[in-house]
Nanobody
Framework: QVQLVESGGGSVQDGGSLRLSCAASGGTFRNYAMGWFRQPPGKEREFVAGINRSGGSTSYADSVKGRFTISRDNGKNMGYLQMNSLKPEDTAAYYC????????????????????WGQGTQVTVSS
């Protein structure tokens, strides 16, 4: 059973930076695509960024393009989300997600496509 554990959340000022990490265990990390989603208070969980299992392709929500960078280190079974120029509207619980892929290597942006989820880490940006 794959387990994902996020870390790195916290409170920052408007314009600050944070780096979220996702530690994977219980499976072959290089065999699954990864994504980051967030859920602001009282709202639906939304796609933030995705990366394919090889790490060669990425996708971002329009709201974070140019500010956030998703990456992965298959050798360390780790995924990352570097968040720069943070804004108050980025305040949310952030979740790491994974989906097993074998013969194809896409980036998934639909949360329904993901099999595995972490427990989330809170990011709060104050103005």
């Amino acid at each position: 059973q794959v387990q994902l554990v996020e870390s790195g959340g916290g409170s920052v000022q408007d314009g600050g930076s944070l780096r979220l990490s996702c530690a994977a265990s219980g499976g072959t990390f290089r065999n699954y695509a990864m994504g980051w989603f967030r859920q602001p208070p009282g709202k639906e969980r939304e796609f933030v960024a995705g990366i394919n299992r090889s790490g060669g392709s990425t996708s971002y929500a329009d709201s974070v393009k140019g500010r956030f960078t998703i990456s992965r280190d298959n050798g360390k079974n780790m995924g990352y989300l570097q968040m720069n120029s943070l804004k108050p509207e980025d305040t949310a619980a952030y979740y790491c997600a994974g989906r097993t892929t074998v013969y194809i290597d896409p980036v998934y942006t639909d949360r329904a496509m993901y099999n595995y989820w972490g427990q989330g880490t809170q990011v709060t940006v104050s103005s």
